[in-house]
Each structure stands twice: as structure tokens, then as C-alpha cells.
């Protein structure tokens, strides 16, 4: 079992950026569940999820998809 207790990404681009973060089935790679669709995070903003979750790391991974081309850091802790 995984823990997250919090999800930051950082824009670092001038223009805004695009996520979608989101529970995928390691068996299939079939999005499972979306915690978050086209986040749109404005240029050199950042995005904070403090809301802690837990999911089996043995069946599902957490995945982050940015839809845009910009320069983004994320930390999962």
C-alpha cells in the first residue's frame, strides 16, 4: 500500500500548463481513476494537493500526464 500525502507541481514555463493525475491499472494500463482532468496550472504558478490517499502500488500506479509542452517539476511525498 502507498501513502501520498501531497502532490505539488510547479510551472515553470511562461505559458500555462496541463495535467491530468490519475490511478492507472498496472495490468492493463487502463485509467482506473481520475483524481484530476485538464488542471490547468497558470505560467510560473505552482498546484498543491494536500489531501492524503492511499492505493495498492501492487496493482495500481499513480501517474501524472501533462497535456501541454511546458517545463513542470512534480514531488510526491
Known amino acids: 500500500m502507498t501513502k501520498v500525502s501531497k502532490i ?12 491530468d493525475l490519475y490511478i492507472e491499472k498496472a495490468t492493463d494500463a487502463s485509467i482506473d481513476f481520475y483524481l484530476i482532468k485538464d488542471l490547468d496550472i497558470p505560467a510560473e504558478a505552482t498546484f498543491v494537493w494536500d489531501d492524503e ?11 501524472v500526464l501533462q497535456t501541454t ?3 513542470i517539476s512534480i514531488i510526491v511525498n
Open 53 to 63: 490517499f492511499s492505493f495498492d502500488n501492487s496493482a495500481y500506479s499513480l501517474k
Open 8 to 19: 505539488i507541481v510547479a510551472n515553470k514555463s511562461a505559458s500555462t500548463a496541463q495535467i
Open 69 to 71: 509542452s511546458t517545463n
